[in-house]
């Protein structure tokens, strides 16, 4: 069992497997970065896996696949395979921008994925097109149709934004109640790689929004989930995620691997340590210890107080 310096366990680790993606999101890269990494600088599935064994070893049962955006990267279900294959109780899902999904959630599913988030800012073609910079919603929505159909369980992430889809909010929250999908509303954070002048939206503004159409009650945070949730009078339930609070930091169990192997132990710490080295020459002690180190160095809380715009990047991260 992985336990923190807060006496916080450590059992969920969310793996980047590219910083790629097909969408230019305001909110996260409205530009092609400079520079991508070269593709001979991450880690092949092989490495990624041989780190998640040790990971499971040392008590993680929860894993998360993200990017960039993780279905560009080719054979993603044999990746998930063997994870699966090596311990099929792990609690295994992707989050996806969807868009790439449509011809493959079978084989997803097949391979051992159980659960997928997914991103549905807008149900308005030309307000996808405007947040994510290409026509996107038609595919998303079809890829979303099959996840349902082949059986797996999707939440809906969508980010308010005042201005371009804060008019939404019922409607992607009725979307998704009718589907039996939990729609999760991601307060907008700030950071160095977003569209400068976006402006989001506060917990209190979309519990304005909804009340006005809803009854609902606090019903508090589910588990280690960074979402606070809210029940409608027929059972539904929503969330909201408000990364500017630290009362989630206090349940955190959770720890990040992007694609080039750096470990990193909050999503708004600047600190972390690569794992490359020690998969690369198949060092599973050195790749243990690395793992121990970044849990104990774990932040008691977010960063998000402090005055300087954070720099990491979402797509490197994996949100
Ligand atoms: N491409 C996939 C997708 O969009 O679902 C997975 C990666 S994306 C970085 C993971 C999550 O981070 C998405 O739900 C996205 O909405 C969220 N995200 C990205 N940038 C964000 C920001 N600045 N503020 C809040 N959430 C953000
Ligand atoms: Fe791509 Fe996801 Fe970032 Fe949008 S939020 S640019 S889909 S990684």
């Known amino acids: 069992m992985l336990i923190d310096s807060y006496d916080r366990a450590v059992n969920y680790i969310r793996v980047s497997v590219t910083e790629r993606c097909n969408f230019r999101c305001q909110y996260c890269m409205p530009e092609k970065p400079f520079s991508w990494v070269p ?3 991450l880690l092949s599935f092989e490495e990624l896996f041989l780190f998640l064994k040790v990971a499971i070893d040392e008590g993680v049962n929860k894993i998360r696949i993200t990017g960039g955006e993780p279905l560009l990267r080719e054979s993603l279900d044999k990746f998930i395979k063997m994870i699966y294959d090596y311990k099929p109780t792990i609690d295994l899902s992707m989050t996806t921008n969807a868009f790439l999904l449509k011809g493959v959630a079978q084989k997803l599913k097949d391979a051992g994925l159980k659960r997928l988030n997914v991103s549905i800012d807008t149900l308005i073609p030309q307000v996808a097109q405007h947040i994510a910079g290409k026509d996107v919603l038609k595919n998303v929505l079809e890829g979303v149709n099959e996840a349902l159909s082949v059986g797996l369980k999707v939440k809906v992430n969508m980010v308010p934004m005042q201005g371009i889809n804060d008019n939404e909010i019922i ?8 589907r039996g999908m939990t729609v999760r509303f991601i307060e907008y954070m700030q950071n160095s790689h977003a569209a400068v002048d976006l402006k989001g939206m506060k917990s209190e503004q979309l519990l304005q929004i909804i009340k006005e159409k809803y009854n609902f009650i606090d019903d508090g945070f589910d ?11 027929d059972g539904y339930k929503f969330g909201i995620i408000e990364p500017s609070g630290d009362d989630f930091c206090k349940s955190c169990n959770r720890i990040r ?7 990193i132990p909050c999503l708004y710490f600047d600190e972390a340590m690569s794992i490359k080295n020690a998969v690369k020459q198949g060092d599973i002690q050195g790749a243990a210890e690395i793992l ?4 104990r160095t774990k932040p008691e809380k977010n960063r998000w107080n402090d005055s300087e715009i954070s720099t990491r990047a979402f797509y490197e991260t994996g949100g």
């Open 223 to 233: 588990g280690h989930s960074p979402s606070h949730y809210y029940k409608l009078d």
């Open 257 to 263: 691997l992007t694609a080039e192997g750096n470990l």
């Open 39 to 41: 593709k001979e600088d």
């Open 292 to 295: 121990r180190e970044v849990v």
């Open 171 to 178: 409607d992607v929250l009725q979307y998704s109640k009718k």
